[in-house]
């Protein structure tokens, strides 16, 4: 259940930005960014975590910081596939 809370908790954060960016009007943040630009840009960075994540794969050695590590999906795939559930 750890291991499937980031990638969930990504997938329902990108869904409440979604709907709040479309009933938003432009107000802008110190009169040069549009905060709902903001928004939609958190809102498709988090899209694409939860879609990184949940993909069962080990990440290349260029993704720095991730590089060689398995995602989560990959370590839910693994644990499910497996005889031993804690």
């Known amino acids: 259940m750890i291991l499937a809370a980031g ?16 009933n938003m009007e432009d107000k802008t943040l110190m ?21 990184s994540t949940s993909i069962p794969i080990i990440y290349p050695k260029a993704w720095m910081g991730y ?12 644990l499910l596939k497996s005889k031993n559930t804690y």
């Open 7 to 22: 990638p969930l908790l990504s997938l329902i954060f990108g869904i409440v930005l979604l709907y709040v960016a479309r």
């Open 67 to 78: 590089g060689g590590y398995p995602s989560d999906g990959y370590q839910i795939r693994k």
């Open 31 to 51: 009169g040069i960014i549009l905060i709902r630009e903001m928004i939609i840009l958190t809102r498709s960075y988090q899209l694409y975590m939860f879609i």
